[in-house]
């Protein structure tokens, strides 16, 4: 095996540093930096002066960016302008947690044995801590590489303020590739490098049919039930046992998956029943490993997350609801754009209840990347090193807008060398991660690291 | 006009117990007795413990009769056993009310010139305070009837314990006739005595698919979503837009509606748009005076009240739901039998999604009463003496299983004579009655009683 680093020392410097690394994943975790709610705005700023302090006390140099939106926290760890630089971005705000079923609370951090369970510990402070003491340990060895950071704040509500903020900040920002810590494994004995990832185009169909809930006794034949006609217009946007999207045009630009690539997901042992255990799916709409894969990694979706309106309590309130909000979004693969989409969706919604209002959430656009070259190679074999395992190229079926951004932005090589675990609830009720995968991520960045040191 | 009290004294008499009626009527409205809730038992056996009292006060006999549910309240003012005896039904529970619109808090009634604002001012407690003060102004003038009482306080919930509550007591119940405030008039200007209610079937759709939310980007595509699959079999339940039902066998037993009754429904002066304005509804099935009174008083419905599950707060949280439940109704009409047609939608359901689990809620069986004979003739001279205006005769769409209970076991001629107007908001957010039809229900009580004491 190819090892670039002195894997003896780098595993003591991992387990030397688990006490420090669990306290400050605690710290932040602490913080609940939940992005998509307006009211916690304060924590998602002690998050970014948490950030800037623990860039600065391992020796980087650090500062907050303002932007239109929440902050961006930038540094660097500077060995020499003649060396190359690598941008490891991470982001460190999180999903809500609106769940009573968490065994403890979200935002208190509970160490259990290895596990270390809370909002965001997998997604995405912890693996972004991993790569903080990677990168300190190479600085301190005086590996000949720069290694920039950039931590944002808005990951989970699309990155609206992220591409301006690469225009904003194109010459403090000059790399020569970009590794980003945001994604997941096949399973925990085969870690995945994706190089795809799906976009994603959110709405809401919002109908009001009247000022109030009214009495389905007085009123029921006579007015129109708001939820019901949005029941309605799903059933005929999408179908909802096999998938299939019944929107004109909507599978116009999807990009056609090669045998190679199905070959690839189907051999990384992608399997439907271990799936289904991670996420803990009591059936799915396939059981084929060929068919499952593709639909998760490169074909596009249509789902519902939630419709408001009308009655919630227990058992049944005869009312007639007054008005409802689905929230809809549909994932994206290359070459669908998210404008065409949201255009062809807007026209057949029109077409079907002309009363329905659209209101366009989130948008980001699908991104494909390259499994070969000097990068592709080098993640490889740090994964390898860290994990002894041959890591599968996969696609990812999540989206990180981040990303399509920093390629059109930076136009530098980008490189997915996630540490989450299906089992880790990424966006679910108790999201953990553990100190193996961290451990591991320490010691694969920093031999990451000391390849890229010698790519030129 | 054939007025067969004495009107000034009796107007005088009305007038003189508004301010006693507003104090009581505040607090039977101040206790929340929500019978849907049942954390709020308390509040229900307290309203109990204020009816016998309110009973009592004003010279009759009182007394909680327990019974597997929730206790129900008798009384009678007894002028002698040759005396034709007349029972009265009203209901002291009420509709939750959970919305954070309402002008004022629901459980605190506020008085606003002759507006009374709060959760049961109008259904039902208002009009059951009416026929008090009338029975009580009967008694004290030696009016040879004895009014028997009968207040219910699981009405809201369906009624569940009533049907053997009245076998228990069929001795103590014993009666001529019966006579229900309960029920609402086409408009202010317009008194109605319906004779035919619609009953109800309610259900929950349930379906789950997983232990917890997922994330959308790595589960979406293969993860089934059951919110969109209760959709789909919503929108093949019923046709959301027309109405319609698709259950096969839902119409077999529908009674035909007769020329005449639709012809007294329009001249009932049913207005399309009176109707869309005192239930605030921007938009209805048709604009048809004729389609649109036979649609809410003698045709079924299939209502969907809310689906919970997913994500309910703002915005757009892609996961996917491991969960959803539909609160579903129907409204039905004579003669369909709630049990065959709930066959008909379980089988209808499970060929059409065999994972939906059917959970049975309230029914409640239609009613199709007279609108000819001498109760019916004394109920729409009442209605002329207090109001000054013709009684239409029309149906009621919405359902009071109470009824078809006492048809069974009393068997003896039931009445509506109700209060409530459109504009107070049965079951809906800022619900109100006002000291008008106060004053005019205690007038036409009175005379209702006096002719009641001359049919032998």
Redesign the interface.
Known sequence: MNVECDLDKVSAYADSQRGEYENNLKKLVDLAGVS??PDRKSEILKTAAMAVQLLESHGATAKVVETAGYPVVIGEFHSGSENPTVTVYNHLDV??A??A?WQSPPFEMKIVGDTYLGRGTTDDKGPALAVLYAAAYAHKNGLPINVKFIWELEEE?GSPSFAQFLLDNESALKTNSVVISDT?WVSRERPAIPYGL?G?Q???FKL??????????????????P??????L???C????S?EVKIPGFYDDVRAINEAELNNFVASGFD?GS?KKA????????EDARD?SA??WA???F????????????????????QAEA???M?LVPDQDPDKIIAALEKFVKAH?K?VEIVK??TLKPFLGEFTGPYAEAASAAMKTAFKADAAFTR????IGAVVSMQETLKVPIVFLGLSL?EH??????ENFDWQQARGGIIMFIDYFARLAKIK
Chains 1, 2 share one sequence.
């Open positions: 998509m709610e999903q809500p609106d769940g079923e509500i997941i799906r994603l959110g709405c809401l009001k049919t009247g000022a109030k809930d009214v009495h389905s006794g007085l009123t029921g034949g006579l007015a129109r039930n939820i019901a006609e949005l029941c309605d799903i059933a005929a999408f179908d909802a046992k998938g439907v799936f996420h803990e799916l009591l059936s799915t709409r396939t499952a639909r998760i074909r596009p979706t789902e519902v997350h939630g419709i408001t309106g009308g009655y919630s309590g227990p058992g049944v309130k005869t009312i007639v609801p007054h929230k809809i979004s994932r209840n009363d959430e989130g990812e079926g999540g989206s299906p609830g990424y966006h679910a009720i108790n």
